[in-house]
C-alpha cells in the first residue's frame, strides 16, 4: 500500500478541555431499571472456522444486538432467530411495548460463511439491512415509530460484492436534481492466496443506488466504488453529501476501482524501489513569509503556454492542454496580488505570497505527496541548532540519578499507541486521493456515536487521558479541516482502559454522560461536571471544587450475557438473550 502522509493534525479546542478536572466521584444515587422480555431469541452468527484472524474478530466479532432509531431515539430494533426484524418502543418508562414484528427477512437456506445482520436508518422514511449473505435490502418506513406508522415495504433487494458476506457500516439518503440516492458502506473480507499461506485483504465496497425522486420506479445500482486495506478500519463513514469517505485504520486504504470512472493506481513503493529513490515531480520550499514551487517543463515551452487559477484557498497551474502541475485546495491562504510566477527555459518557479506570516506549511496542495521540500542552508542550520539540545552522539550522556531514563517496556497496556502508519483521512469520491489525512499515532481509538442523524458518525479518541470526541464535517462547508473536536470527557480514555470486561462504549447525543458496558451484569455511567450546591474543598490540595463528575453504577438483575447496548439522552437500552432492560439516566434533554 502506498504511505499515506498527515496533512492536518487534530487539534482540540482548548475551551472544552478542563486542565484541573479534579476526577470522578462515585454516587450511590440509584437509576431506575425497567424490563420487557423477548418472545424470540437474537439472531446470532458466531465466527467462522475460515475466519481466524485478528482482523476477522474486529471486523465481525463484536456485533452489537441491537439498533438505535437516531430518528426515534424511543424505538429500538434487534433481529431475532427467525430473521424477523422487531421494534420496542418506549412510551413512557413504566410502559414499554412489547416486542413487536415490523418486517421478515428473506432468508435462503444457509449455504458458507455468514455474518450478523446489519440494519442502518438513513432517514426517517427509509432502512438499509445488509441479510449477512450477501444481499443488500432498502426498506420504505413511512412514519416510523409514530401511531400511523405504516408496514414496512422491501423496495430493493440484491445480491452485492460478488455474493460474498458483508455488514452494512453506514447508510445516507441524498436528493439532488430530482434524483433520490441511497449511499451505502460495506465491509467484506477476500481471500488473498501465496504460497504458504492464505493471506486477507478488507474491502469497503461503496455503493451507490439511484431512483427519480417521487416516482413508483425501483432502486438501480448506479455506482459502485471499491477501496481495499490490510486492517479492518476502526472507523468508516460517508461524508455528508455523499462526496467522500471518512476512514479511520492502522493501514492506508486505497481505491482501486470505480465503476464510473476509471481509477489511477498509484505505483507501490514495496518492490524494492525507495520513495527516496523516485523523482519528485516538483521541489518547494518556504519562509515564513511565502511558498516558491519550481517545475521542469518540456522545451520549448513559452509564456502564454502556462495558465494559472488562482484563489485565496484555492489553484489550477500549468501548461494548457495538460495535466494540471497543481490541482487543488492549498495549505494555507495566499495573496493572490502578490503571488507571481516565472518561466526560465525549462524552468518554471512559482512564488506563493502567504497571506499571514509564520504558519509552515505541511505541503503546496492538500493530499499531494509528489514535491520534494529542500531547505537553504540557513533554514537547515538554523533547524539544528533548535535541534541540539534534544540530541546526541552518545546514549542518556548526563543521567540524572534523580529521574531514570525512559524505559517503553516500563508501559501499561492501556498506554500503548498505534500504529506510526495509523490515519484519519478523508478519502475523495471523485479524484479517488486523500484530500486530508490526520495521524492517529498517539490517539487510541475508544468508540463511535452517531451524535446528528444527518451527520456522520464521531469518533472518540484518547488524548492523553481524555476522550475526545471528534465531528468529520462535509466539505461543502468550507472548513480549513473536516475533523472538529466537539465535547470532551474528562479522563475516560484512562478509565475506559481499566474495564477489563467492557464491551460496549457509548455517549449521549447530547454530551451529558458516557457510557461503558461490561459483558455481563454492570454498566457504568460517567457524567459531566456540574456545579454543586455548595463549594466543596480538596483535602490534600485544598483547592475550592465548585463542580463535580459523578459515577454511577447499574447493576442488572440478570447475569446474561449483554448482545446489545445503545444509549439516548434520557435513558440506557440493554439487550440480553432474553430481555430488553431500560435504566432512565436524566429526566429532562
Not at 427509509?126 to 408496514?151: F, M, Y
Amino acid at each position: 500500500m502506498a504511505t499515506v502522509h498527515a496533512t492536518h493534525t487534530l487539534k482540540p479546542d482548548r475551551t472544552l478541555i478542563d486542565a484541573n478536572f479534579d476526577g470522578y466521584k462515585l454516587s450511590l444515587e440509584p437509576l431506575p431499571q425497567y424490563t420487557v422480555s423477548l418472545n424470540t431469541g437474537i439472531h446470532d452468527v458466531k465466527l467462522d472456522d475460515e475466519e481466524y484472524t485478528y482482523q476477522h474478530i474486529r471486523a465481525f466479532g463484536m456485533h452489537n444486538h441491537l439498533t438505535l432509531d437516531q430518528w426515534n431515539p424511543d424505538c429500538v430494533y434487534y433481529v431475532d432467530n427467525k430473521h424477523t426484524v422487531q421494534q420496542i418502543k418506549i412510551i413512557l418508562d413504566t410502559q414499554i411495548n412489547p416486542p413487536r414484528p415490523v418486517l421478515q427477512i428473506p432468508c435462503d437456506e444457509p449455504q458458507g460463511v455468514r455474518h450478523n445482520i446489519t440494519l442502518h436508518f438513513p432517514s426517517r422514511g427509509w432502512c438499509v439491512l445488509a441479510d449477512g449473505a450477501g444481499k443488500l435490502l432498502v426498506i420504505q418506513t413511512h412514519n416510523r415509530g409514530t401511531s400511523q406508522e405504516e408496514p414496512w415495504k422491501i423496495v430493493f433487494s440484491e445480491e452485492l460484492c460478488d455474493k460474498q458476506p458483508f455488514t452494512l457500516l453506514h447508510s445516507l439518503v441524498d436528493i439532488s436534481q430530482n434524483v433520490l440516492h441511497i449511499e451505502a458502506l460495506l465491509l467484506h473480507m477476500d481471500k488473498v492466496p501465496q504460497e504458504h499461506k492464505t493471506d486477507f485483504t478488507v474491502v469497503l465496497e461503496w455503493v451507490t443506488l439511484a431512483k427519480q425522486d417521487g416516482t413508483s420506479g425501483g432502486f438501480k445500482v448506479e455506482r459502485v466504488r471499491q477501496v481495499q486495506g490490510k486492517t479492518s478500519p476502526q472507523y468508516a463513514a460517508i461524508e455528508r453529501g455523499g462526496r467522500g469517505l471518512f476512514i479511520a485504520s492502522d493501514k492506508p486504504f486505497k481505491m482501486v476501482s470505480d465503476t464510473a470512472k476509471d481509477v489511477e493506481m498509484e505505483e507501490d513503493s514495496s518492490n524494492g524501489e525507495s520513495q527516496a529513490a523516485k523523482q519528485p515531480a516538483y521541489l518547494w520550499g518556504q519562509t515564513t513569509e511565502d511558498v516558491s514551487v519550481k517545475f521542469t517543463v518540456d522545451e520549448g515551452t513559452i509564456k502564454s503556454d502556462i495558465e494559472l487559477i488562482l484563489e485565496t484557498k484555492r489553484i489550477k497551474y500549468g501548461v494548457k492542454n495538460r495535466e494540471p502541475l497543481l490541482n487543488g485546495e492549498l495549505c494555507g491562504a495566499v495573496d493572490v496580488e502578490a503571488s507571481t510566477w516565472t518561466l526560465d527555459g525549462q524552468e518554471l518557479e512559482l512564488v506563493l505570497q502567504k497571506r499571514e506570516e509564520g504558519p509552515m506549511w505541511p505541503a503546496v496542495v492538500m493530499g499531494d505527496t509528489r514535491g520534494q521540500l529542500t531547505l537553504d542552508p540557513d533554514q537547515a542550520a538554523e533547524m539544528n541548532e533548535r535541534l541540539s539540545g534534544l540530541t546526541s552522539d552518545q546514549m542518556n550522556p548526563n543521567p540524572d540519578p534523580d529521574k531514570k531514563p525512559y524505559n517503553t517496556q516500563e508501559l501499561e497496556e492501556c498506554d500503548a499507541f498505534p500504529e506510526d502508519s495509523a490515519m484519519l483521512v478523508r478519502l475523495d469520491g471523485e479524484t479517488h486521493r486523500n484530500t486530508h489525512a490526520a495521524s492517529l499515532s498517539s490517539h487510541q481509538s475508544l468508540f463511535n456515536i452517531q451524535i446528528d442523524a444527518g451527520e456522520a458518525p464521531c469518533l472518540c479518541l484518547r488524548h492523553d487521558v481524555d476522550a475526545l470526541i471528534w465531528q468529520p464535517k462535509s466539505s461543502s462547508d468550507n472548513s480549513d479541516t473536516p475533523f472538529t473536536h466537539v465535547a470532551t470527557f474528562n479522563a475516560l480514555g484512562y478509565v475506559q482502559a481499566s474495564k477489563q470486561d467492557m464491551k460496549f462504549a457509548k455517549c449521549a447525543p447530547n454530551f451529558s454522560y458516557a457510557s461503558l458496558c461490561d459483558c455481563v451484569r454492570h454498566v457504568y455511567v460517567y457524567r459531566q461536571p456540574t456545579p454543586t450546591a455548595s463549594p466543596v474543598r480538596n483535602r490534600k490540595s485544598g483547592r475550592v471544587i465548585g463542580q463535580i463528575a459523578k459515577q454511577q453504577v447499574v447493576a442488572l438483575d440478570s447475569v446474561e450475557n449483554i448482545m446489545g447496548f445503545q444509549v439516548s439522552n434520557e435513558r440506557l437500552f440493554i439487550l440480553t438473550g432474553s430481555k430488553l432492560i431500560t435504566v432512565r439516566v436524566n429526566t429532562e434533554d
